[in-house]
């Protein structure tokens, strides 16, 4: 069974940082598309960053390029959100999701696209 667990969401000031963790386990193979999307109340989940394993390939929204960075560690399993300048309009539940089927080249940021789902870190961000 597919697991994908994050971790390091919490609550910082404006201007701060945080780094995400999204650990995956139960898939013995490399993931086809791997992202970080997020989802604030009262709004549709929104895609955030995304990066097609192994390859490096990766596409940000408008909003949080220049500011947000993914990576990942495939010896560990995991993906990682660095996430500078962060801003109060940044505040939401951040989710981690995986593609075991589409490839995604230069990065995909439609919720379509995966199959494999985490339970979400909350961050919030304080003016």
């Known amino acids: 069974q597919v697991q994908l667990v994050e971790s390091g969401g919490g609550s910082v000031q404006a201007g701060g940082s945080l780094r995400l963790s999204c650990v995956a386990s139960g898939y013995n193979y490399r993931f086809n598309c791997m992202g970080w999307f997020r989802q604030a109340p009262g709004k549709e989940r929104e895609g955030v960053a995304s990066?097609?394993?192994?390859?490096?390939?990766?596409n940000y929204a408008d909003s949080v390029k220049g500011r947000f960075t993914i990576s990942e560690d495939n010896a560990k399993h995991t993906m990682y959100l660095q996430m500078n300048t962060l801003k109060p309009e940044d505040t939401a539940m951040y989710y981690c999701a995986a593609s075991g089927g589409f490839h995604c080249p230069t990065g995909n940021l439609a919720n379509k696209v995966y199959n494999y789902w985490g339970q979400g870190t909350q961050v919030t961000v304080s003016s």
């Open positions: 990066i097609y394993p192994g390859r490096g390939a990766t």
